[in-house]
């Protein structure tokens, strides 16, 4: 047929003007899983890391730390809440801008978004092995075992982007594809999985604090600060995994757009309730480490910005491309 390039022998099943375009769809859709799958493994690495960072000022250790090491401890707490605010991005984009759908955009915005995350993750690491080498083996010790990590991570993280003959050439920014029920499923589910293991870290640290010996020393309005921290991680933490009871109670593993929107909600409900509860604890840390003044300040900005990140500026985008859209209609 004349205006249609020819197929070459050996190639795929599909050619032609079409068949690259749904190479390309189908490419766009696993990207945009992958990058999902890969914030999720950042996640489960921070996670851990975010509860001891929680916990540690609670331990009777903690009073025999000098100076300097209680400020690492607090610097690298300060690193993880950064790293976990920065992987909650992607979910509140998703489900606020995109609709659930797979854009290269949204594809940019997540890679760009794991590279800035690796930096703070990489110096609460840090910190917390400088921390540790220093209890061990002396404060030259603390120094190199902070000192190893963090170049380790510079290396093996970002050193590939000196390779420039790596990179390959972006697809437009404005791509996109209509993307099937399925495959929104399976993200939003994906989704959720990224913000569970931050739940699930803090949520280990409050219920396990209430029984140390340090919790009884807080002053009681401190402790009942704790106390409703601890129920909003918990309501975040029921919210988060309601939508696998209703894709096997209600929908009875069928995959529909009314289990697609309320797995959307429950993720963006799961979000404002984190926020109180991570700054809560802020709050109950900083006064245990002695900064009775600052802590409300600290914990209602840091609240501020969880909230401005991950519903302000999101709906101030899709807004702005919601205007976008109308001036290409007009």
């Given at each position: ?94 489900r606020i801008v995109e609709h659930g759908g797979d854009t290269a955009r949204f594809h940019r915005f997540v890679m760009t978004v794991m590279w800035v995350a690796l930096m703070p993750f990489g ?101 009942m600060v704790h106390l409703f921290s601890l129920g909003f991680v918990a309501l975040a933490t029921v919210v988060l995994m309601s939508p696998a009871a209703y894709h096997r109670i209600v929908e ?8 697609h929107a309320f797995a959307s909600r429950m993720v963006l409900v799961a979000l404002a309730l984190l926020g109180p509860g991570f700054a809560g604890d802020l709050y109950v840390v900083l006064r ?43």
């Amino acid at each position: 047929m004349e205006g249609k390039p020819p197929c070459q022998a050996g190639a795929r099943p599909v050619c032609g003007y079409a068949g690259r375009s749904q190479i390309r769809q189908v490419a766009l859709r696993g990207k945009v899983k992958n990058a999902l799958d890969e914030a999720r493994m950042l996640m489960l690495g921070a996670q851990v890391l975010l509860g001891f960072q929680y916990r540690a000022f609670f331990e009777k250790g903690y009073e025999k730390l000098g100076p300097a090491e209680r400020a690492l401890e607090l610097a690298a707490l300060f690193a993880m809440l950064l790293t976990l605010g920065l992987l909650f991005l992607p979910p509140a984009r998703h489900r606020i801008v995109e609709h659930g759908g797979d854009t290269a955009r949204f594809h940019r915005f997540v890679m760009t978004v794991m590279w800035v995350a690796l930096m703070p993750f990489g110096i609460g690491l840090s910190f917390a092995l400088a921390v540790a080498g220093n209890r061990i083996a002396g404060a030259s010790g603390g120094a190199a075992s902070g000192a190893i990590a963090f170049a380790a991570a510079l290396a093996l993280w970002y050193g590939h982007f000196a390779r420039k003959d790596r990179q390959q050439e972006e697809e437009p920014e404005d791509a996109m594809e209509e993307t099937p029920i399925e495959q929104k499923i399976v993200e939003v589910l994906t989704e959720a999985r990224i913000l569970l293991p931050g739940a699930q870290a803090l949520l280990g640290f409050q219920l396990a604090m209430v029984l140390m010996e340090t919790f009884p020393l807080l002053p009681h309005p401190v402790q009942m600060v704790h106390l409703f921290s601890l129920g909003f991680v918990a309501l975040a933490t029921v919210v988060l995994m309601s939508p696998a009871a209703y894709h096997r109670i209600v929908e009875r593993g069928r995959d529909t757009e009314r289990f697609h929107a309320f797995a959307s909600r429950m993720v963006l409900v799961a979000l404002a309730l984190l926020g109180p509860g991570f700054a809560g604890d802020l709050y109950v840390v900083l006064r245990r480490a002695g900064y009775e003044r600052s802590a409300l300040p600290v914990a209602l900005a840091t609240l501020a910005a969880f909230y401005a990140a991950w519903f302000g500026a999101m709906l101030l985008l899709r807004r702005r491309r919601s205007g976008e859209l109308r001036a290409k209609q007009a």
